[in-house]
């Protein structure tokens, strides 16, 4: 993995590891696959486990209007016209869309459950109340297949924290890394 590469050659200590959505399953394998040098993980509406009963939506075929609906508690700020983006930024969204249906078609994997028992890394499972991608109880399923990790639920957010309500992922970031060291 190449961020395992970057965290040996760089000889990095006390790596706060953060991945949202598919990037927080990649984060998540990191923590699993090469812990030296990590200190933290933070999921923010993380997929790759399997959780009965609480699939994963399928975005595959949906139009981009219907993914932002479920993927923002408020999608007007972040809707745009798709004839309005540029020939690069559609480019982007297709390759986006052809890469999770090459690397992570059912964006799970029925071993990562198991394995993240044995994870022995702090960890914060963020999660936005409103995400209709991967809803709370997913979070809370993930939450409960690390040992000793924190859910934390957002308040009117969705899948997407970081860009929905910024100010209240990065007080819970903050805050659980400031009670790690004291």
Avoid: C, K
């Avoid at 040996?8 to 696959?33: C, K, M, R, T, Y």
């Avoid at 993930?142 to 924290?161: K, V």
């Amino acid at each position: 993995m190449s961020y395992a590469r970057v965290i040996d050659q760089l000889a990095l200590d006390d790596v706060v590891v953060v991945g949202n959505s598919i990037g927080g399953w990649v984060a998540a394998e990191l923590a699993l696959l090469h812990p030296h040098g990590l200190s933290h993980l933070i999921l923010i509406d993380a997929v790759g486990i399997d959780v009965p009963g609480h699939p994963v939506t399928d975005v595959s075929g949906m139009a981009v209007p219907q993914i932002m609906q479920l993927s923002f508690y408020d999608p007007q700020p972040f809707l745009r016209n798709p004839a309005s983006l540029s020939a690069e930024e559609q480019a982007t969204l297709a390759a986006n869309q052809t890469a999770l249906q090459t690397y992570a078609p059912t964006m799970t994997d029925h071993t990562l459950s198991p394995r993240l028992a044995t994870l022995a890394l702090p960890t914060l499972v963020l999660w936005g109340d409103s995400d209709g991608i991967v809803g709370v109880e997913y979070g809370r399923a993930y939450a409960e297949a690390i040992p000793g990790a924190r859910f934390l639920m957002l308040p009117d957010t969705g899948h997407m924290p970081q860009l929905e309500t910024p100010e209240q992922t990065i007080e819970a970031i903050r805050a659980e890394l400031l009670d790690a060291v004291s």
